[in-house]
Structure formats: structure tokens, C-alpha cells
């Protein structure tokens, strides 16, 4: 029998904020194979601190026969640096997720290292690979990539012969994780869990805008997959990590109803649409009067042009009513934003920011939304339309080429502090959150969780009313050498 290794990357050039979550993609890949006899071993290095050429000692990766690895588009020629140390004369290499499902046989052309992609979802097409890789059926696997008689061949994939409830559930305790980053969750107390797949949406950015599919689990699957892991567990959240789990609301509001009978006290999150909130305020009412779930809203953006632009079928009308609804009815609201598009203006850029600020949703959470910038995934509606305004491979995250000078000045200047500051600024809240906090330290975590909206927003101005926008700049506001007061100060009782 074959040993086969299931890679969750690491995460090499996105270091902000990076957390640890449970692979699941991957784990459903192992679950399945499992339940047909296959045994897969499942490695989680999107955290790990270790080097590429030291984690493939560290755990003998080279003497697996098969390899299947995870790929993101914004990570995968961090990825292919791995993947090349792990490449030997014996293995197979086979690519899935995202990026393969995005690119096909663009990735075999571009990284000979790889012998198969695997588009589509994995679990049995993974399964029929591995176990036909020594016969001529394993050129008949559906949505398999690969090369034969010097051609490129993609084979189709059949969404309509996809039932996700043969899918096992993972068990989430046999994984090896390598990870010292100061953010893992030790406590283990959110659990994360996928009740659907896919988005009905067409939203041109979106890696799922050429396959419109939804696929539902049944409410047994997910009370099945919730029983296997609960017991003997001290979770006290269900995160919901479907692309939009208010698709259907009665079915969501079903699902949760028996999640309650069944785990009192347990709290709720999931992410969903403006207009599905705006349309659906009194059913929703009712669903969080508990005071036990917490809706997060992708908005993208609040002006009207960059919406249309992006297909999303909603405007700063329909922002605005589910944003105020939501203000009235639970403690706390995320919204998700892109923040940079290449076509933008500062109009366009101004209008997303005031509605955060106007309706106080400058969160520590979301802080990344004012960094956020779209990136044209390779196969997307996006992609076809605009990629002439990005450069750079469409194996990692692109540049934006502005439209608007003074645009591209406020992201230069952005990126800049984030480069600078993001990372020591999320270790300094950790670590004044972690502790039992003096009058004047939480003055100091109030300072470091804004700092970044403040700095945003005097640059803003600083473009919209002069043209110009330079980091050295905020060194006359008086912010920076606070912010490096409080770092230092942070950082040194943390040393003593």
C-alpha cells in the first residue's frame, strides 16, 4: 500500500493576522479515503515557523509515494518552492483546491514538478487516483489534469453526480500541526464546520462566478459531523464557513433551531449577503432574538459603480438598510470590504470607508479591510475583464496598476505602514489582551486597536486634498512616535 501525505501549506508571505483553522478541504479528503481503506497521514503547516527544506526533514516528507497538497491562488508559488524540495524520481505529486480547480492544466505547463491537478471537490476524485494510479483508469478520473503524449489533457468535472452527504466527516484530532505562531488557539473552544458548498451568486471576482452550484447538506449530516466531535470537547462557537449559509433561510434557520435543542448555550456565526439580510429582516429578527448568533456581511464595497462592476447585486442602499438592522439587533456586526481595486477612485474608496466609520464598524477584527485589495483570480469573470490593470504571476498575489495616480500614491503609502506596523502592532494586542490590564494599558490596546483606521484616514485626506500621500508625513501628527512609545513599552515587559 502506498503512503500517501496530505499538505495544508505554509503560508510564507502573508504574515499578517495568520490563525490556525482546521483544514477541512483536507480532512474530508482523508475521511473518505479512510472509510475506503486508504490511509492518508494530514499535515497543517500554515503556521509553522520552520523553513521549507527543515519541515521536510523534520517529518520525513520525502518518503511518502504520494503527495497531495492544497493550493490559493495568492500563496501557490510558495507552495511550488515546496513542492520542488519534496519532488523525487519515486512520488506523485497531485495539486487541489482553489488554484487547480482556477488554472487546470495551466499548472502542469507552468511547474513540471507537479504530475496531477484535481479540479472540482476532491474527496472522491483524490480516492479514484490514488487507488487506479498503476492502471489506464486513471486517466478517467473526472476533473483530473495531466499530461499524456507530450499533450495537456482536462478532463471535465460532473457536478450534477456530486452528493456531499457520502462525504465523512473529519476527525479533527488526527492531524499533525506544525505551529508557534503567538495567535493558535490552544483553547480550541470555535468550531468550524461547512453545512454547504458553493454560492448561487455571480460575483465576477469570486472563485466560484463560472460554476454556480449549491449543494446543501442534509440537516442529519451536520448534526452527525457536530455529535462526532462535541462530545468530550469544551466548544462554546459553531462558525459556520460556508460562502453564504443564508442561501436558503428556512433552511438555516431549521438547522440552527436543532442545534440549539441539541447544545444549549452554544453560540453561532455565519456569513451571508446585504440583500439576503435586507429582504429577510423580520425572519432574521426572530432568529437572533436568542442573542446567541452573529450574522457577518461581505459588502465588498459601498460604492454603486465598483458593486456593478463586481456583479454583486446589491447597492449602498441595500448596504446601509441591512447594516442598520443588524446595529439594532446584535452586539456586534463584521463586515468584509475590498478596500483596493484597480479601477477605483478615491470617490469610490472614500464612500466604503465612511460607511464603516459612520456606522462604527471600525473593528480590531476587520482591521484588514482597509488593506484588502482585489486580486484577479486566474478563470474568474474579473480576470477576463481586467487583468490588463494587474502584473505579476497569476500564481501569487498580483499588483494593482491604478487608474488613478492618487490611488496607487494612498496604496504605496498604506502597504508601507502595514509592513511596518501590522504585525508588531496584532502581537502587542495579544499581549495587553492576554493580561489583566492596568487604567493606563487599557488606554494603550484602545490606541493600537484604532491606530491603523487613524493613519488610513489621514492619509485619505491627505490624497483627497493635497495629491500627495507619503508615510513620513504622519511623523509631524504625533502618531508614530506614540505608536513606537507603546510597541516599545509592550514589548519590553513582555521580555522582563
Known amino acids: 500500500m502506498k503512503k500517501i501525505a496530505l499538505l495544508n501549506p505554509p503560508f510564507r508571505e502573508a504574515k499578517h493576522r495568520i490563525k490556525d483553522a482546521y483544514p477541512l478541504g483536507l480532512g474530508y479528503i482523508k475521511a473518505f479515503c479512510k472509510s475506503k481503506g486508504i490511509r492518508c497521514e494530514l499535515y497543517d503547516f500554515s503556521c509553522s515557523p520552520l523553513s521549507d527544506p527543515a519541515l521536510v526533514e523534520k517529518y520525513r516528507l520525502s518518503d511518502y509515494d504520494v503527495i497531495g ?15 520542488n524540495l519534496l519532488k523525487n524520481n519515486q512520488n506523485i505529486i497531485i495539486v487541489g483546491g482553489h488554484h487547480a480547480t482556477l488554472c487546470g492544466t495551466k499548472i502542469l505547463q507552468d511547474f513540471p514538478a507537479i504530475d496531477f491537478c484535481l ?27 495531466y499530461r499524456k503524449d507530450g499533450k495537456f489533457i482536462d478532463n471535465p468535472v460532473n457536478y450534477n453526480e456530486i452528493d456531499i452527504d457520502e462525504f465523512p466527516s473529519p476527525d479533527r484530532n488526527d492531524i499533525i500541526v506544525d505551529a508557534a505562531n503567538y495567535e493558535f488557539d490552544v483553547t480550541k473552544k470555535v468550531f468550524h464546520i461547512s453545512t454547504s458548498r458553493g454560492c448561487p451568486y455571480h460575483c465576477t471576482y469570486c472563485v466560484n462566478c463560472k460554476n454556480n452550484y449549491w449543494f446543501a447538506r442534509s440537516e442529519a449530516s451536520v448534526l452527525e459531523e457536530l455529535n462526532q466531535e462535541f462530545r468530550g470537547k469544551e466548544y462554546k462557537y459553531i462558525n459556520f464557513v460556508d ?11 431549521s438547522l440552527i433551531a436543532r442545534i440549539r435543542d441539541e447544545y444549549p448555550g452554544v453560540k453561532f456565526s455565519f456569513q451571508t449577503r446585504s440583500d439576503q439580510v435586507a429582504h429577510n429582516k423580520g425572519r432574521l429578527e426572530k432568529l437572533l432574538s436568542a442573542g446567541d448568533c452573529s450574522i457577518t456581511l461581505g459588502i465588498e464595497s459601498n460604492s454603486a459603480q465598483v458593486l456593478k462592476r463586481y456583479r454583486k447585486e446589491t447597492t449602498p442602499e441595500i448596504n ?30 472614500r464612500a466604503s470607508f465612511d460607511f464603516l466609520k459612520n456606522n462604527d464598524l471600525l473593528d480590531y477584527a476587520t482591521v484588514g479591510n482597509i488593506y484588502q485589495t ?37 496604496y504605496d503609502a498604506v502597504c508601507e505602514f502595514r509592513n511596518l506596523y501590522e504585525d508588531k502592532i496584532s502581537e502587542a494586542v495579544y499581549i495587553l489582551s492576554s493580561t489583566k490590564r492596568t487604567k493606563d494599558e487599557n488606554e ?15 492619509l485619505l485626506v491627505l490624497c483627497e486634498n493635497f495629491g500627495i500621500c507619503d508615510l513620513y508625513l504622519i511623523e509631524e501628527t504625533g502618531f508614530k512616535k506614540r505608536l513606537d512609545e507603546i510597541l516599545e513599552q509592550v514589548g519590553g515587559k513582555t521580555s522582563s
Open 69 to 83: 497538497v492544497s493550493s490559493y491562488s495568492l500563496f501557490f508559488n510558495d507552495t511550488v518552492r515546496l513542492i
Open 119 to 145: 479540479k472540482g471537490f476532491g474527496e472522491k476524485s483524490f480516492y479514484e487516483l490514488v487507488s487506479s494510479l498503476d492502471t489506464e483508469n486513471v486517466y478517467s478520473v473526472p476533473g483530473l489534469c
Open 243 to 253: 460562502c453564504n449559509f443564508y442561501v436558503n433561510p428556512s433552511r438555516a434557520e
Open 320 to 349: 446601509q438598510d441591512a447594516i442598520s438592522f443588524l446595529r439594532q439587533t446584535q452586539s456586534q456586526t463584521l463586515v468584509y470590504m475590498i478596500m483596493f481595486e484597480a479601477l477605483e477612485s478615491l470617490d469610490d474608496i
Open 374 to 410: 482585489l486580486v484577479p483570480f486566474y478563470g474568474s469573470h474579473y480576470y477576463d475583464d481586467f487583468h490588463d490593470y494587474y502584473i505579476g504571476s497569476i500564481h501569487e498575489r498580483t499588483k494593482p496598476i491604478f487608474v488613478d495616480n492618487k490611488v496607487q500614491k494612498l
Open 444 to 458: 494603550k490596546l484602545l490606541f493600537l486597536v484604532k491606530i491603523q483606521y487613524i493613519i488610513f484616514e489621514y
